[in-house]
């Protein structure tokens, strides 16, 4: 062999983008792992700080570009609303951070440059530095699962004996509360983790025990929003893997319905009387957001083109506590049709995602259609749409699903079509 030859088989030291941005996924993996645990409103920190380091190593494409600008246009109507919205700040009174922390449309702009980044940094790293990452998010996530499994079968005295020990202890059942919200983490993470642990050959086994895990953690805490997030996720990943591009087309069209007729649903629903029937049949905690989403639909009609603007729903006192529950009525009762057309066309663009990357890998098609069709649903039974821990968590999820081709040599591009939640 030559000398020439010699050197041409030698592979190439890692340059220092790929060595930074494999340290910084590490590292966005295993705090992720730790704060869905122990403090899952971190997230929010977490990927910004991601985002400021991986800044450097952004590339936008063909790809990353579109719904980037389709949220940027989101945030830039989001702030407009500002001018008509009930829970405008006057700049007047913006004297401390506290203040400034409550400006919604301002953090939109922050979090979309920041979790953007990190989205679409992250995405591009290096196979060995995919593959590390990957295989610590992998039996991190079985780590997780079975410290939250055993803690809420004991009652969340493991989370309990933690707060006694960092000198802030907390009541029995406000423990459960806070084991419960690991649960969300999982059922985002589960389809991508699941996919990266077969592609290694684990054994199948090891995936039931997350599901298991999952199933049974969060019917303990009562995450009746996860369980109901894995249940129609796992009709969205059947349906890409088993129908490939004819159900990546039915699913575009699934996850636009909701943004589309979501508060004529609720009117129609009131006027059948279907909704006093369900009424009679669900606990309190669902009966009351079946009043606050048909106060949230009534109140759609006043306001129907632009909404009642930006944290609108922080306005109407008991009627809605904080927010409505249901991400696609909160959009349409705060920024209107204009809004909720937005978000909706975003969200139709990351399922055009999954359509694309059919023809690559249908088992990743499906992972990514599990994780956001899960992400849809935990968002229109649980959280505001605005909070940053939650839109966080999104862009976690993508950052996952852009590890999976670590575990198939075969392919070495990354997710292009998915970009971050916001």
């Not at 049974?216 to 805490?221: G, L, P």
């Not at 319905?257 to 059948?272: D, M, Q, S």
């Not at 106060?295 to 930006?310: C, E, I, M, S």
């Amino acid at each position: 062999m030559t000398a020439i030859d010699s050197a041409s088989t030698t592979p190439s030291p890692p340059s220092f983008r790929d060595l930074w941005l494999g340290g910084v996924a590490l590292f966005v993996v295993v705090v992720t792992l730790l704060l869905a645990y122990l403090a899952p409103l971190g997230f929010a920190p977490l990927i910004s700080l991601a985002g400021l380091l991986a800044l450097p190593g952004v590339r936008l494409t063909r790809t990353t570009a579109p719904p980037l600008l389709i949220l940027l246009a989101l945030a830039i109507w989001a702030a407009a609303s500002m001018s008509w919205s009930p829970d405008a700040v006057a700049f007047s009174a913006l004297k401390k951070y506290g203040d400034f922390e409550k400006l919604t449309a301002a953090k939109l702009f922050l979090q979309l440059l920041t979790y953007g980044a990190a989205v679409v940094a992250l995405r591009r790293l290096s196979p060995p530095a995919s593959h590390r990452a990957a295989t610590v998010l992998a039996w991190g996530l079985v780590a997780l699962s079975a410290v939250v499994l055993i803690d809420a079968l004991g009652g969340a005295g493991i989370y309990q004996y933690l707060r006694v020990l960092t000198g802030d202890p907390i009541r029995p059942d406000l423990a459960m509360v806070k084991v419960s919200t690991a649960t969300y983490a999982m059922t985002l993470l589960i389809w991508p983790v699941s996919l990266i642990l077969s592609r290694r050959h684990v054994a199948p086994m090891v995936t039931l025990f997350l599901i298991a895990a999952l199933v049974v953690s969060a019917k303990i805490v009562s995450s009746d929003a996860c369980l109901l997030a894995l249940i129609v996720g796992l009709f969205a990943w059947g349906l890409v893997r088993l129908a490939g591009k004819t159900g990546a087309r039915i699913l575009i069209a699934l996850v636009a319905i909701p943004f589309i007729l979501a508060p004529l649903a609720v009117l129609v629903g009131v006027e059948t009387g279907l909704v006093n029937k369900l009424h009679q049949l669900v606990p309190p905690s669902w009966d009351a957001r079946l009043n606050i989403w048909t106060f949230a639909a009534d109140h759609v009609q006043t306001h129907p083109f632009r909404g009642w603007g930006l944290d609108a729903s922080r306005t109407f006192g008991d009627a809605i506590p904080l927010h409505t529950h249901n991400a696609q009525l909160q959009l349409w009762l705060e920024l209107g049709a204009i809004g909720a057309a937005l978000a909706g066309i975003f969200f139709c663009w990351m399922a055009y995602g999954v359509l694309r990357l059919v023809d690559r890998s249908r088992g990743e098609a499906a992972a990514a259609a599990g994780s956001l069709v899960s992400y849809l649903v935990i968002g229109a039974l649980s959280f505001g749409v605005w909070q940053e821990w939650w839109i966080a968590l999104g862009a976690i999820t993508l950052i996952a699903l852009g590890l999976i081709p670590a575990g198939a040599p075969e392919v070495t591009s990354q997710l292009d079509e998915l970009s971050s939640f916001g």
